[in-house]
């Protein structure tokens, strides 16, 4: 009864992906700020990045403590005081310190913009870090540390950056319970007086820019200055651990996690764009090998990925996946034969036109509207590239060939320097 | 303000459209009018189960995923107690390809058994990695049936047991197909680079030719009214003691849903939320407390759930928590912190909107509840709750014998 043909329609080659670029200009005090255009709402994200990560720490937890102690206290405001003006004016506030960087981003509504500057550089540059606050998030975070200590993903996780960036630097230090009951509050200022200053800041807005915005960033951010007291990153140096195979024995466990992978090139080395392809056939997307091997054909995991990741001082590669007790020694086993099947054959044309063509399609996905602009502007600026990396990227993927992913598999996957975590129940 | 049209087909496929010409993308969302309520008691985990097996194939279409892949797509879906849900984002040149599949799914599953052997293996192993595997996993496992008794949502979405879904067979699965998966029982939003008129040629040309099916009109057990305080003690090597708390709600349609809805905002939307800043900031009783409501669509509940500082007792920290709770009951000083969450709904709702997914998502799911426009006026309807409608929304609902509790509590002794 039916006449349509249920055939695939015709499929049509993507749009070239349109990357606005940010305009650029400085604070009165040399702070840079970037602003990026788009959207529909009158809204905007507002970012504030300074070099204020893990590896400027000379003592586990100070940047990430530092960081969110920076609300719970100003010159001119109690804790209690920031975070409910903040949620009175519908913003919404997110710290982060990571290994590299820290800071704040605020999502706001342009009509509240001037009130949500004014808290910013509260919270940014006259924190106080009451003693009190500091001693209830430390005990906080013991307790959150303490659940997260109970999941295999979370131990598994920490033991990789340990094994591949070393005990002693700041990319791979596992927090022990001790670590908890070091930090004071002149610590924290000291970190934050180093840190956090007008050098090390840059400031990304997006969205539906209001005109007053520059004037306004000047006004409660422009005249702020620093003492000039150089922070130093650490001086220990990234030495991956001597043993690569490695198992956590974890009671009462019904999965085991594992991590596999190794210290990598960063975004600045001209192989990266071609790592990031073949890491997304391996494991990058729901029809990666990895993923139709272990999950689709063996039904092991609920789920298995692999990612590589950029850092300041290296980058990572990792495979990351849950399977069920019995099956882990399979699931390595599977994980291995992928690997080494893609130094071997070189990927089928049919299999690598999926690969262009999905990453052609996220690539639109990583530009489309003011959010995710701002997130992919920033992951390229902080390795000081722009946009001309997103083209080499859209090109690579365009005309990468199967023996340049063969070569890339050989070079950068060789199985012998890689770890492997697992932890579980035996 | 989202603009949108609405138009429905022969075969009963409703279908609304949202033109955003900002993105260069556009995102496909199919709601099915099924969720785990809908299972048989003896027979739980199916509807989730059969999340899983959409994406095995279908009569015409081997893979799901590759030609979508092939045209730059993405997609994935989720189940709760009353929907099944899938999403598409597609860059707009390749659409076509977006309603080839989705309409070959809908028209007939390749009901295959190695698919079924792979997806329950798959479905166990998220109920491990979810539910067991985590320190306090199980806590909603147990506290479902403790607060339910007759309805369906005695039962989480991934199944009462898990054997359920280990025992499962083909011929369940194609009944629960044909019985569920109909153009009459789902919603179609398209949000993004696409005109009506684009969206009516293809729904019509893909959608319109799969025949009306017979959708078994629901007959739920209706929960009766809880009577007595129900208590429940769990004892687990975890790291600290934890305290679940839920009360019966309305419906998700009821007059008290916003007032309830913004009574948990009070209670623990972000940092300055009552629970937070007396329980965590001041008394130091919790490391972290939440409330929210489970927005069901039949009666639902409101869930507290928190995790106790170490030497905290908990009789104690629960009488603490009632006080905050009581403190709603005479509405004193609640006038600025009303006014701050209605401020917090109206942003929620602007963020939300900015991305296509979610419009497509709200839209489908408010034409379920019978209203697509409440897609611009939920901040309204924040808006309009009084100071009177939160004392006696607390007052009514906040009852020792509406209550289920959990006290989770930690077995471990420190070193």
């Not at chain 1, 609300?71 to 804790?79: D, I, L, R, V």
């Not at chain 1, 509240?112 to 906080?140: G, T, Y």
């Not at chain 2, 799914?105 to 390749?110: A, Q, S």
């Not at chain 2, 409440?374 to 006696?392: F, G, H, P, Q, S």
Request: aromatic share 10%; charged share 25%; with cysteine.
């Amino acid at each position: 009864m039916e006449s349509l043909q249920r055939v695939q329609p015709p499929v049509f080659p993507l749009e070239k992906v349109v990357i606005p670029e940010a305009t650029s200009f400085r604070l009165n005090n040399g702070a840079p700020v970037f602003l990026i255009e788009a959207g529909t709402e009158e809204i905007i994200r507002l970012e504030f990045t300074f070099k204020a990560g893990q590896v400027k720490e000379y003592l586990p937890m100070l940047a990430s403590t530092t960081n969110m102690m920076l609300s719970e206290g100003s010159q001119n405001y109690t804790s209690e005081e920031l975070n409910r003006i903040l949620d009175y004016y519908g913003a919404f506030l997110n710290m982060s310190a990571e290994k590299d960087r820290a800071g704040i981003v605020v999502f706001l509504l342009n009509k509240h913009i001037e009130k949500v500057l004014e808290l910013s550089r509260e919270i940014l540059f006259r924190p106080v870090f009451p003693e009190a606050e500091l001693n209830s998030l430390m005990k906080k975070r013991l307790s959150w540390y303490l659940v997260n200590r109970e999941k295999v993903q979370n131990l598994a996780m920490d033991k990789f950056f340990e094994s591949v960036f070393g005990k002693q630097h700041p990319y791979g230090h596992q927090l022990i319970e001790q670590d908890f009951n070091n930090l004071n509050p002149a610590l924290l200022t000291d970190f934050h007086t180093k840190n956090y200053t007008p050098e090390n800041m840059a400031v990304i807005v997006s969205g539906k820019i209001p005109e007053k915005t520059i004037e306004l960033l000047n006004q409660y951010f422009g005249d702020i200055s620093s003492k000039k007291i150089n922070s130093e990153e650490s001086k220990d140096i990234l030495k991956g651990e001597n043993r690569k195979k490695i198992h956590i024995d974890k009671s009462g466990t019904v999965q085991s996690a594992i991590r596999i992978g190794s210290a990598t090139i960063n975004k600045r080395h001209p192989d990266y764009p071609g790592l990031k392809i073949l890491d997304l056939l391996l494991g990058g997307y729901f029809g990666s090998r990895l993923m139709k091997n272990i999950r689709e054909e063996k039904g092991y995991t609920y789920g298995i990925s692999s990612s590589v990741s950029s850092l300041n001082l290296t980058g990572y590669k990792v495979i990351s996946t849950e399977v069920s007790r019995k099956n882990c020694r399979n699931a390595l086993d599977e994980i291995y034969k992928e690997i080494q099947l893609l130094q071997r054959e070189p990927v089928k044309k049919s299999e690598l036109d999926v690969v262009r063509n999905y990453m052609a399609g996220e690539m639109l996905r990583m530009f489309d509207g003011p959010f995710a602009l701002a997130e992919s502007f920033k992951s390229a600026w902080e390795f000081g590239l722009d946009n001309s990396y997103y083209f080499r990227l859209a090109e690579k993927i365009k005309t990468i060939e199967p023996d340049e992913i063969t070569l890339l598999a050989q070079t950068y996957y060789n199985i012998d320097e890689l770890y492997e975590v697992t932890v579980g129940s035996k | 303000m989202i603009n949108f049209s609405r138009f429905s087909l022969d075969n009963g496929l409703r279908v609304l459209v949202h033109e955003d010409k900002s993105t260069p993308l556009i995102s496909m969302n199919i709601l099915y009018d099924v969720g785990s309520r809908d299972e048989d008691p003896g027979m739980t985990g199916l509807a989730h189960l059969f999340e899983h097996l959409m994406f095995g194939g279908s009569i015409n279409i081997p893979d799901f995923d590759l030609p979508l892949q092939m045209v730059g797509g993405e997609n994935n879906a989720f189940t709760n107690n009353d929907i099944t849900n899938y999403y598409l984002t597609i860059p707009s040149e390749n659409i076509e390809t977006g309603f080839w599949l989705e309409s070959d799914r809908m028209l007939e599953l390749d009901f295959s058994l190695k698919n079924l052997d792979t997806q329950r293996s798959v479905v166990i192993e998220e109920f491990n990695q979810r539910y067991l595997n985590q320190p306090y996993g199980d806590a909603i496992l147990r506290l479902r049936p403790l607060a339910y008794k007759v309805h369906p949502y005695r039962w989480p979405t991934i199944g009462m047991d898990i054997s359920h879904i280990e025992k499962t067979d083909l011929e369940q699965v194609k009944r629960f197909f044909f019985s569920h998966y109909a153009p009459n029982n789902a919603i179609l939003a398209l949000t993004g680079n696409i005109t009506h008129d684009k969206a009516f040629r293809l729904t019509s040309k893909w959608f319109g030719p799969i025949e009306k099916r017979i959708v078994q009109t629901r007959k739920l057990p209706v929960e009766p009214v809880q009577n007595e305080e129900r208590m429940l003690t769990i004892e687990k090597d975890v790291p600290s003691t934890a305290l679940y708390k839920v009360w019966h709600t309305g419906p998700r349609i009821s007059p008290d849903f916003y007032t309830l809805d913004l009574i948990t905002d009070l209670l623990a939307g972000g940092e300055s939320g009552r629970l937070h800043t007396k329980l965590v900031r001041e008394k130091k009783l919790f490391s972290e407390i939440n409330a929210y409501i489970t927005s069901d669509i039949d009666p639902g509940l409101i869930i507290v759930q928190g995790k106790l500082m170490k030497h905290i007792n908990i009789q104690h920290a629960e009488e603490a928590v009632n006080e905050v709770i009581d403190s709603l009951k005479n509405g004193t000083d609640i006038k600025d912190e009303m006014e701050k969450v209605k401020n917090k709904f109206e942003a929620t709702t602007v963020f939300s909107n900015t991305s296509i997914i979610n419009k497509a998502a709200s839209l489908s799911f408010y034409e379920l509840l019978g209203n697509p426009g409440l897609i611009n006026m939920e901040a309204r309807e924040y808006r309009k709750v009084t100071r009177e409608m939160v004392v006696d929304s607390a007052s009514k609902y906040f009852v020792p014998s509406n209550c289920s509790t959990i006290y989770y509590k930690s077995t471990r002794k420190d070193k």
